[in-house]
């Protein structure tokens, strides 16, 4: 038997299989440990950054600065990279006024405690944070018409900015290629109005919109018009690997760096597909493993690995739940994974419903393979109704899939589905 262990919450699942049905396990070459500190790798990045001058010097006589940081579902070490940004800032203007926006995009608003865990004390009580809330339209400006004919309706603090920056992380990204850079714009700090818009399903349709497919996808192109009209002048992101550590970093442009950092993980991450009968998955563990709504991102990985009418695994914890009501009530409200797709595939691009793009990717991906979720008890009944299997952990579900489709089944572990570009 071979035991491989998956992230799971602030732990792990350990899947035990035997050697001779096991076909593959696909994991990002995020190769040695690095030597350098993860506060020496972002402080190099931002002494040299791509495509525009240091952000010391950008920040000087900029009055208003406001910095566009991820949110509580995101693991960007903000504790780490932040104070070093803060620093750069001040560096080049000590007097300037400093906003984080935290960029919720359609997610729920992030709260203290979640700052706190985040960013840590010392900044949260120092710092003037502001959440976004895609949903009130009182605090948005309007900055054009998108390549796609949607309006851009961005936070109003981004209008107002005499200097727009972001910090992220790049890894893959189902249907936006990659995350990072002008992500932190749309939908990160964008009107659920725009949001909407650029998540409608024609876009998630397009073969563009994959992991790793940045060029002539829908989505990416609207997401980069966004960033230009916030006239987001720098960027700081980085790349982290499985234990959520910084391994590189990239500052400057918000399209040359960000491409620059998306060659490289383009590099560590992408694997060749192996398909299996099983593909056992997670969601890279805590924070993108608390609700099924972000699971639906490693379930894509496990989609590229799994034959048509075979079994999919995903561990994740579920700490948050579903996700998303909205997103829920897409397969509480109907009998099937079927009647999922067929409904969301006749919504126009104007009418896009909340959370509809995350529905509709599950439900291709329920249309393709057995579901099964592993997470805790408290957890079974949400499973169940959005017409998945439960179980209690990675053996448990190997053993239920394994009944299903014969004892020689094959099996294909992906341990970190967010993680891989397949």
Known sequence: MKAIELPFGHGKQTLHVEESRLQAVLAPAH???????????????????????????????????????????????????????????????????????VATGMHRPTTEAELRAKYGDEIVDNETFVIHKAQEMENMTFFGTLPSGGELWLNRLVGEADLVISEGFIEPHFFAGFSGGRKSILPGVASAKTVLYNHNARFLQSPHARQGSLDENPIHRDMLFAAQQAKLAFILNVIIDADKRVIAAFSGHHEQAHRAGCRLCETLTRVEPVVSDIAVTSNGGYPLDQNVYQSVKGMTAAESCVREGGAIIICA??????????????????????????????????????????AQILARVMLKANCWFVTGEENRALIETVHMRWAPDADTALAEATALLGANATVTVIPDGVGVIV
């Open 317 to 358: 914890a579920l700490g948050d739940g579903h996700g998303g009501e909205a997103f829920y009530r897409w397969f509480a409200d109907r009998a099937s994974a079927a009647e999922v797709a067929q409904a969301i595939e006749s919504v126009p691009p104007e009418n896009t419903f909340m959370d509809q793009w995350e």
């Open 31 to 101: 190769g040695e440990k690095q030597s350098e500190s993860q506060q020496a790798i972002v402080q190099a990045a931002l002494e040299n950054p791509v495509g525009t001058p240091r952000l010391c010097e950008l920040v000087q006589g900029k009055a208003k600065i406001v910095v566009i940081t991820s949110d509580h579902t995101r693991p960007v070490p903000s504790a780490v990279t932040m104070p070093l940004l803060l620093r750069e800032i001040r560096k080049g203007n000590p007097d300037a006024h400093i906003t984080l926006l």
